[in-house]
């Protein structure tokens, strides 16, 4: 829109508000601790009020104005609260790096799964597929048991076994 197609009673009115937003600027300034977020304050103060639509009818535009803004604070309180924006700490990427895994730790991983390995391959086959369905796999008792053509009971006593077996071998029983 064209500046000169305002009627000057605009042009005043925005000129009223615009020598407003040094005072609303040091308001929210006093008022909240994250001073990034007093231009958003700001913006949000004059977006309710061009919402509101004309401006006429306010007799006390300062006064208004500033109620408007202490309203923009409550919301922003609340939902700062219903956020816990306070309990949120800042994520600081080196902190929270993983530490170098060194050789010696993947040595150590690998000789694991290796042991891990052998003593699967003890078990007997049946008790094995059972144990690796289960805790590999994820699977139920009931599921197995139906690939398998097997008794949920049958199931659960290869599981039995197969815990017992690996439980022994880890101790060096």
Request: glycine share 6%.
């Amino acid at each position: 829109m064209d500046p000169s197609a305002l009627n000057p009673d605009d042009h005043a009115r925005g000129a009223a508000l615009e020598a407003l937003r040094s005072p609303l600027t040091g308001y929210f300034r006093r008022r909240v601790r994250e001073q990034d977020d007093v231009p958003d304050l700001v913006q949000e103060v004059f977006a309710r009020l061009s919402m509101r639509g004309a401006t006429d009818d306010i007799d006390h535009l300062r006064g208004y104005l500033f109620q408007v803004a202490a309203s923009v604070l409550a919301d922003r309180q609340r939902r700062r609260t219903v956020r816990h924006a306070d309990a949120h700490v800042e994520f600081d990427p080196e902190s929270m790096a993983e530490p170098e895994i060194g050789s010696d730790r993947i040595l150590a991983g690998r000789e694991a799964l290796d042991a891990a390995r052998a003593a699967l391959e003890t078990l007997p086959e049946r008790t094995r597929t059972i144990f690796v369905l289960r805790r590999l796999e994820g699977m139920r008792y009931i599921d197995i048991g139906k690939r398998l053509g097997l008794s949920v009971s049958a199931v659960e006593k290869h599981m039995v076994r197969a815990v017992a077996h690996l439980a022994a071998l880890r101790d060096g029983r």
